[in-house]
């Protein structure tokens, strides 16, 4: 019996994220809905992101405090409502306006709340401590699989089917994760509890320490990944292939190197393996460049491109949180994860002009110089990070930098707050 209720638990749990993680998914398919049937255009699609990212950023530093106060599966039921309301307005409105803005609010504050609040669904005293870890990685594989299926399922197997309806189903399944939430809730014994709601000081340390380069990274790395995502439809389009077999492909690809490689890489030295990968994201984007309608060779783009994102993330993420001390690792965290969403929401906007002005090849090559930026910070790096790994692994007791001012530093190199500069 005691099998049963845990299944019916975690089924609860990773169902209402799946969901609510495909209906938002349905933006990546909005640059067609835009300028096929709002009579829009693809800057007017960037509009709708930066929107999003602006509701998003202002949104994102209190979510976890409404979690921690009212219960995460509360928290993660308005995500899934305020996703729902911006679904249905898009799939009932003619015409770009100010409604189509405010529906990109609408999606930016939900997915905000879903983003803050699923992870801390893990923190439940029904889980064992060494299980926490896990269900944290499962709700990351519910969330790529979640983004990617409903562009799959349209460009696969229901192309024909019109983007107005696709968006009202997108807005069922988001309230139907609405409910799921709130049954977990439930099932998992999840209630708020007070808190003093204090906003934590600007820790102004943290940009002058080696933690300011991860923070650049991650920025980096959702500029591509968010172009690669939100204008692929555009791309497909003008390459005369299919964009499904692109999401399918990407997101297998992101949870195979994470479940297989994540754990190995980011035992030592979480950065020895990076320029390497991006190497790996080069080639992809290169393929995708020189592609000129080829299936096989979108496909082997496509895993290029997931397999490098899907590592690099948990990489830099892992190097931020160890080379930072203890105190601090919460900032750190907000701080990467704002850079994260900086790049994922803003980026299109600019993407979008490139494309409009320089076609897709134009986007493409923007993005290998990206990438080349993000790779050479990585290899500037290197040397700190084997020095300083090398130390860490070598006391029986290691910690990270600390950055008090008064207290002797380490002799551990001192971190280079110019990336181009040895």
Avoid at 85 to 101: D, F, N, Q, R
Avoid at 121 to 148: F, H, P, Q
Avoid at 363 to 377: K, R, S, T
Wanted: net charge positive; glycine share 8%; hydrophobic share 50%.
């Amino acid at each position: 019996m005691h099998d049963k209720s845990v299944l019916l638990r975690d089924w609860s749990l990773f169902s209402a994220c799946y969901l609510l993680a495909t209906a938002y998914g349905a933006v990546y398919l909005l640059l067609n809905h835009t300028t096929r049937n709002l009579s829009g255009s693809t800057l007017d699609f960037g509009g709708f992101f930066a929107f999003s990212g602006v509701a998003t950023l202002l949104t994102v530093g209190i979510s976890g405090t409404l979690s921690k106060r009212f219960g995460a599966h509360l928290v993660a039921a308005f995500a899934g409502l305020f996703c729902a309301a911006g679904l249905y307005g898009l799939s009932v409105i003619e015409s770009v306006g100010p409604m189509y803005y405010a529906l990109a609010a609408s999606m930016g504050l939900g997915w905000s709340f879903y983003y803050a609040a699923a992870p801390m669904m893990s923190l439940s005293d029904l889980i064992a401590e060494n299980r926490k870890g896990r269900y944290i990685s499962l709700i990351s594989v519910c969330v790529v699989l979640g983004t990617a299926s409903m562009p799959t399922a349209k460009g696969i197997w229901f192309p024909d089917t019109a983007l107005s309806e696709l968006f009202f189903f997108c807005a069922i399944l988001s309230v139907a994760s609405s409910f799921m939430f709130m049954l977990t809730g439930r099932l998992f014994q999840i209630s708020g509890r007070r808190t003093e709601g204090k906003i934590p000081a600007f820790n102004w340390r943290l940009w002058k320490s080696e933690a300011v380069f991860p923070f650049a990274m991650v920025f980096l790395g959702a500029c591509v990944f968010s172009a690669m995502m939100t204008l692929q439809v555009g791309y497909a389009e003008d390459r005369h292939v299919n964009y499904g077999v692109f999401f399918l492909t990407y997101s297998l690809s992101v949870i195979a190197c994470r479940i297989f490689f994540g754990g190995v890489l980011t035992k030592a030295n979480p950065l020895k393996m990076l320029p390497a990968i991006l190497m790996v994201m080069e080639l992809g984007l290169t393929v995708m460049l020189l592609n000129k309608g080829s299936t096989p060779l979108y496909i082997a783009s496509a895993a290029c491109l997931g397999m490098s994102y899907g590592l690099a993330y948990p990489l830099i993420k892992t190097y931020a949180v160890r080379v930072t001390a203890k105190e601090d690792r919460h900032q750190v965290i907000s701080f990467f994860t704002l850079s994260y969403f900086a790049g994922v929401y803003f980026f299109p906007l600019t993407a979008g002009k490139i494309m409009v002005h320089f076609s897709t090849d134009g986007y493409l090559i923007a993005l290998l110089g990206i990438v080349a930026v993000y790779l050479l910070i990585a290899w500037q790096r290197q040397t700190y990070a084997q020095s300083y790994f090398r130390e860490t692994t070598s006391n029986t007791a290691p910690t990270p930098p600390r950055h008090h001012k008064g207290k002797k530093q380490s002799a551990r190199p001192k971190p280079n707050v110019f990336p181009f500069i040895s």
